[in-house]
């Protein structure tokens, strides 16, 4: 601050209190001019630089840089660019190559030029399996660690844990197996007393059934399970869930196609087989011919010193059933059916479908603890809580105990048949796996990118691309959906094919309609109808919707569809041959044979060939045929006519002129 500025800090002496001195004049300061210059004219710009200043010196600036770059050098990590980080990388079944390159933190680029090399042609967005994948994780350097698939068991375990307490005999589970028509459900109905084939469409058993009946005290479930060759996959999981398999075969019968499929479902699910020759009502059967036909599959009954049980009923006429089903429980004691019946519950899907009112429903058979309505539970990608539980004649239960066929309401989808349905403590339990099991199945379907070869590429190439005939498949039940898929998928060959675009349970709706027709392709209703929106649209978009009851028709109807598609052969047809027996110039026909006609008939819409001394020197088209001056259709033999050939002219005498025509014929599957 300036002296001006200066606030002071005590107020001024009033002139009243000045002391003497105080008041004295101030002495007045000179400025010695002279002096000043000289000592000024003294001081050199020399004696300055000369001078040692009395600061430090400071360091450079190049000083300093050295000392920046030393100090980050003593903290760099040591790398040199030969060196790289080696990453354990983990591989799941399936991975896309945009994840792959993440993992390994390399340049998706990269990934892609070494999957080139290796023959794989992919875009960084498509997949791979994990063998590719470890290939390539290898390659790069790094430590491929396989990641392990969920298991559902695993998972399960968690939440379930068993107590070994109250372990009891469950009942036992036995599928009725044989060929069309051999009276399986006949021999249920007289079982329980009931009429099932009459409700079956042809008296063909078209789905599961499962019931439970009482002998002697002892409860028994039955499955039945349809005889066509297209329910190969329910016969194969109805062995798979049974201990014990009833092997029906009709005595005016013997042995057929798909009592062999039986047995060999029977002998895979390694369950024991008790024979069961029916219809020995008729007059003049011989079950000896039953047992001497099984023999050549290895199944020797114990008449022949066999370990198979055998009996000869008949189901029409009630015969000798307490002894088969005598014989079933004999079977079972030898086997160890004792479960736990107060953990939580654990079924197989036999059956699903809608129902309306209802919703999802699925038929299952309890294998352990008891089931009860309010449990929560996970059944492959479905979840749910238990609403309702009916039995066989459609009785609400509160519980069921192992062993038992009961139906279920409350699933929240449609289950796959097959699935194994398990009771969880909590709803949050349930979701939890059910959503582990969707996030693996939906893996599991990604398609992943194949190592493609000159050698694949050039037969897809010499094949060409097939035929296909897009289908729209929708059913009443699960089980019969699967059986017409996969039979469906059967029916064609490398010309022609049918592609099922969707399948699924359930009234045909205006959706099913709808991509059929962007498809252009049919849609199949299997003992369900379309609603009246659907058939509405159907009648607009003229989209084709076709009804059965019965899968061979169904097959029948879609095999003679494929054989439309195929491309019709072509057969050649001789139909006459002349002989030239002279020639004659035209400036407007050109070369003109006169010819005999040998045998058959020429016509001029045929085509031919010029045979001279026993070879073909040309094919062609006639250009004109004339008896006499007169053009003409067609002459027949013995006759003579002028022939003059299209766009040739090098006609000799004793040649031979042979006539055909080519006839398409339309193939069949």
Excluded: W
Aim: aromatic share 4%; hydrophobic share 35%; proline share 4%.
């Amino acid at each position: 601050m300036t002296k001006d500025n200066k606030t002071p800090s005590t107020p001024p002496k009033s002139p009243a209190t000045v002391t003497p001195a105080a008041a004295a004049p101030r002495k007045k300061l000179t400025l010695n001019t002279t002096a000043f210059q000289k000592k000024l004219s003294s001081i050199s710009v020399n004696n300055i630089l000369d001078e040692e200043p009395d600061y430090e010196k400071m360091p450079s600036l190049a000083k300093t840089k050295r000392n920046r770059e030393k100090q980050n050098k003593k903290f760099k990590p040591n790398l040199t660019s030969s060196q790289k980080i080696v990453r354990e990388v983990v591989i799941p079944v399936k991975i896309s190559i945009q994840e792959l390159a993440s993992r390994m933190s390399e340049k998706t680029g990269d990934v892609v030029k070494a999957l080139m090399k290796s023959g794989v042609m992919a875009t960084a967005n498509q997949y791979i399996d994990g063998d590719t994948a470890e290939l390539i994780v290898t390659e790069f350097g790094h430590t491929p660690k396989r990641e392990e698939a969920i298991s559902l068991k695993d998972e399960i375990a968690n939440y379930q844990k068993s107590t070994n307490s109250d372990i009891k005999a469950r009942p036992p589970i036995v599928t009725v197996m044989g060929h069309v028509d051999h009276g399986k459900t006949s021999l249920l109905d007289a079982l329980r007393n009931t009429n099932v084939t009459a409700g079956e469409s042809g008296g063909i058993t078209q789905h599961i059934g499962a019931y439970q009946i009482q002998h002697k005290n002892n409860p028994i479930t039955f499955l039945d399970t349809p005889g066509h060759a297209a329910f190969s996959n329910i016969r194969s999981r109805g062995a798979n869930l049974t201990d014990v398999v009833v092997l029906v075969v009709a005595a005016n019968d013997s042995v057929k196609p798909q009592t062999i499929e039986a047995i060999s479902h029977a002998k895979a699910a390694k369950v024991p087989i008790i024979l069961a020759i029916n219809k020995m009502d008729l007059p003049d059967v011989d079950p000896n011919i039953v047992r001497n036909d099984l023999l050549s599959h290895e199944v020797v009954v114990e008449s022949y010193s066999g370990d198979v049980l055998e009996t000869e009923i008949s189901a029409v006429k009630k015969t000798n059933l307490d002894k088969l089903l005598d014989n079933i429980l004999l079977q079972i004691e030898i086997l160890d059916l004792n479960v736990e019946h107060n953990k939580l519950a654990e079924a197989i899907v036999v059956e699903s479908k809608i129902e309306t009112g209802k919703g999802s429903v699925a038929t299952v058979i309890i294998k352990n603890g008891t089931l009860k309505e309010g449990d929560h539970f996970t059944c492959g990608s479905a979840f749910g809580r238990v609403r309702a539980l009916l039995d066989e004649e459609g009785k609400r239960v509160k519980t069921a105990p192992p062993g038992m066929p009961v139906e279920v309401l409350g699933f929240d989808s449609v289950p796959l048949a097959g699935d194994i349905m398990y009771v969880m403590p909590s709803e949050e339990s349930a979701k939890d796996i059910t959503e582990k099991v969707k996030e693996q199945k939906k893996l599991e379907n990604t398609a992943s990118v194949k190592k493609s070869s000159l050698e694949e590429m050039m037969a897809n190439v010499s094949k060409g691309e097939a035929k296909k005939l897009p289908i729209i498949v929708k059913a009443d039940v699960q089980g019969s959906l699967e059986a017409i898929v996969a039979s469906l998928e059967k029916v064609g060959n490398d010309e022609v094919k049918i592609n099922v675009i969707h399948n699924a349970i359930g009234a045909i709706n205006e959706s099913d309609v709808s991509l059929a027709n962007s498809a252009q392709g049919i849609v199949i209703g299997f003992n369900i109808r379309a609603i009246p929106q659907a058939r509405t649209i159907a009648k607009r978009d003229k989209v084709d919707i076709r009804y059965y009851s019965i899968i061979y028709e169904l097959l029948d109807d879609m095999k003679k569809m494929l054989s439309g598609l195929l491309t019709p052969d072509t057969k050649e047809e001789i139909i006459g041959h002349a002989e030239v027996r002279d020639t004659f110039s035209s400036s407007k026909l050109g070369t003109i044979a006169g010819c005999f006609v040998t045998n058959g008939f020429v016509s001029n819409s045929a085509k031919i060939r010029l045979v001279r001394q026993g070879k073909i020197i040309h094919e062609g088209e006639v250009g004109s045929l004339k008896r006499f001056k007169d053009d003409v259709r067609e002459v027949r033999e013995n006759y003579e006519c002028g022939i003059s050939f299209k766009d040739y002219s090098d006609i000799l005498v004793k040649d031979e002129i042979e006539f055909y025509i080519t006839k398409e014929v339309k193939k069949e599957l």
